[in-house]
């Protein structure tokens, strides 16, 4: 029987894989061009509602339709089970995440545009904020996620009624 941290190792591999190979299809759909610069889509460039909850990044007609698709897959085998709780939701909420962080880190690593050479505040304007060598995003969502990975992996409290 695996072990339930083996697991979460097995699973966080598995959400960096979806994340390679969805960096590799927004290569091939964005190209050079980053954050949708030149697709055929509606942009709002600022709004004060950007710079809270976005980064200061601009939202896009792609992106409003991409996030919440890669939130209701991950959402999927919850469904399918007919199983949810907050645990579950904690695991799902830290995967998409890191889904998300790895994602975007392989799509500058992968694409022949870029490279990790040009992973720079310089060479990136639509990751308006760094700490370090990283988007304040790598962090702060890194953070999170493995916050809500340790809680989803803790037992929970036995009542003293029932011990």
């Given at each position: 029987m695996t072990r339930p941290?083996?697991r979460?190792?097995a699973?966080?591999?598995w959400?960096l894989?979806?994340?390679y190979?969805f960096?590799n299809?927004?290569?091939q759909i964005?190209g050079a061009?980053?954050?949708?610069a030149?697709?055929?889509?509606w942009?709002?460039e600022k709004h004060?509602l950007?710079?809270?909850f976005w980064?200061?990044?601009?939202?896009?007609?792609?992106h409003?339709?991409?996030?919440p698709?890669v939130?209701l897959?991950?959402?999927?085998?919850a469904?399918f089970?007919?199983q949810?709780?907050?645990?579950?939701?904690?695991?799902i909420i830290a995967c998409?995440?890191?889904f998300?962080?790895?994602?975007?880190?392989l799509?500058f690593?992968?694409?022949?545009?870029?490279?990790?050479?040009?992973?720079?505040?310089?060479?990136?304007?639509?990751h308006?904020?760094?700490?370090?060598?990283?988007p304040?995003d790598?962090?702060?969502?890194g953070?999170?996620a493995?916050?809500l990975?340790?809680?989803?992996?803790r037992?929970?409290?036995?009542?003293r009624n029932?011990?």
């Amino acid at each position: 029987m695996t072990r339930p941290h083996g697991r979460t190792w097995a699973m966080v591999l598995w959400v960096l894989l979806l994340g390679y190979f969805f960096a590799n299809v927004e290569i091939q759909i964005e190209g050079a061009a980053g954050w949708a610069a030149n697709l055929p889509t509606w942009r709002v460039e600022k709004h004060w509602l950007l710079d809270i909850f976005w980064g200061g990044r601009a939202m896009t007609g792609y992106h409003a339709w991409v996030f919440p698709f890669v939130a209701l897959f991950f959402h999927f085998p919850a469904v399918f089970a007919g199983q949810w709780s907050w645990r579950i939701e904690a695991r799902i909420i830290a995967c998409i995440m890191l889904f998300w962080i790895a994602e975007d880190f392989l799509w500058f690593v992968l694409n022949p545009a870029y490279g990790i050479a040009r992973f720079t505040p310089a060479q990136v304007p639509w990751h308006k904020h760094w700490i370090a060598f990283a988007p304040t995003d790598y962090w702060t969502m890194g953070a999170v996620a493995a916050s809500l990975l340790w809680l989803s992996q803790r037992r929970p409290a036995v009542s003293r009624n029932e011990a």
